[in-house]
């Protein structure tokens, strides 16, 4: 009980966002949605202005959702662990995703964002390490973005079974691809600082998750995708300790 | 292994010209990629890449730069290869001035972001 009080005011005092993260989200929201709804405004070379714009708010609201769930579940697990989160974008990505979408003429997805520094908040990690940044606790941090994103995925996905829609099937599909591509293990993406933070949770995570979003994409129901998931990332975490790790460690 | 390691060497002192050329087959295969669009679209990529350009210019200011300059025309002269709709002077200007937009809106602070 104690814990959670303690959280609920952490994030009462810490969890605001900074004029520079709005602008960097309003940014790579504003990139990413128009990248997600690129092929949306028309018919072949018909251009439909009216349609076009519903389609780019649509996408933005979703895209602005799915980083508000990625970001709020990296910045709440950061305040947890006695991290303050900034989130910053990433120019180098938006634009090559925007190059590769009039490339392609929208058909791939280029969905880099951007990536967060950590704040060290000394006197909230009294009880554990506190003299600096480690980069296991950063690891984790990064790694709560992608499971966010691929559990908000599979919670529309639920809905789907309800609900079908074609706003749905785009929220799943711009979460599956949007933490896939988290997973990439490039600066500022979280899959470099989970890579750094620990290559045994990094192999877990991203077996695990490709696999939850090839079941999602297969349309496998929530909870064999839940359990097969976890199962084919265990043994491909077990396979790649005992095959790379373990000569790693020990030679051999 | 001597072997490895002058050819190590060779890449440690000539990389930038290793880039250049590397960059330029990049470039011709973006250009004949989007120039397979239209004219139109080969110029918005220009400008985006000059966009790029300008990212990594700033990120390099007050550091080593000529290497990067010599990169980054690599870029553009495969590009121009690889233009066969539009008009090569078009390129150029828009690709100066995506470089000189990108580095100005770094450079006076309107946009922050995180190079790795």
Redesign the interface.
């Known amino acids: 009980m104690r814990e959670i009080v303690d959280v609920q005011d952490k994030i009462k005092r810490y969890y605001t966002f900074t004029k520079?993260e709005i602008?960097?989200i309003v940014?790579s929201v504003l990139v990413i949605a128009f990248i997600i709804s690129f092929r949306d405004w028309g018919h072949g070379d018909q251009i439909d202005l009216i349609a076009g714009l519903f389609n780019l708010l649509n996408s933005i609201l979703i895209v602005l959702l799915s980083f508000i769930i990625h970001i709020s579940a990296q910045r709440i697990w950061s305040l947890m662990t006695g991290y303050k989160l900034e989130w910053?974008?990433?120019?180098?990505g938006l634009?090559?995703g925007?190059?590769i979408a009039?490339?392609t003429?929208g058909k791939f997805w280029l969905i880099l964002p951007?990536?967060f520094?950590v704040h060290h908040m000394a006197g909230h990690r009294l009880g554990w390490f506190r003299y600096g940044i480690n980069w296991w606790a950063i690891g984790l941090i990064a790694l709560m973005g992608p499971l966010a994103s691929i559990i908000f995925a599979l919670v529309f996905k639920a809905i789907s079974g309800i609900i079908i829609n074609s706003l749905i099937t785009k929220i799943i599909a711009f979460n599956v691809a949007y933490a896939l591509y988290s997973l990439l293990p490039i600066?500022?993406l979280d899959g470099s600082r989970m890579f750094f933070g620990s290559r045994m949770t990094y192999v877990f995570s991203v077996f695990g998750i490709i696999s939850a979003s090839a079941l999602i994409s297969l349309n496998a129901s929530i909870g064999i995708t839940i359990i097969s998931s976890i199962f084919i990332g265990f043994v491909l975490w077990l396979l790649y300790y005992v095959f790379i790790e373990h000569k790693l460690w020990f030679g051999g | 292994m001597v072997r490895r390691i002058r050819m190590a060497s060779f890449f440690f002192r000539s990389w930038a010209e290793f880039s250049f050329f590397v960059i330029m087959v990049f470039g011709f295969t973006?250009s004949i990629?989007?120039s397979s669009?239209s004219a139109a679209?080969s110029y918005?990529?220009i400008f985006?890449?000059g966009?790029?350009a300008g990212?990594l210019l700033y990120d390099r200011k007050q550091k080593l730069t000529i290497p990067y300059y010599i990169i980054i025309s690599g870029f553009l002269i495969g590009f121009l290869f690889g233009t066969y709709y539009g008009s090569k002077k078009v390129i150029i200007v828009l690709f100066v001035l995506g470089t000189l937009f990108?580095y100005h809106l770094?450079n006076k602070g309107y946009?922050?972001?995180?190079?790795?």
């Open positions: 520079s602008k960097g940014i910053k974008m990433w120019g180098f634009m090559a925007l190059i009039f490339l003429n951007g990536g520094v600066p500022p | 973006v990629w989007a669009h679209i918005i990529v985006l890449s966009m790029i990212r990108s770094y946009l922050k972001d995180l190079p790795y």
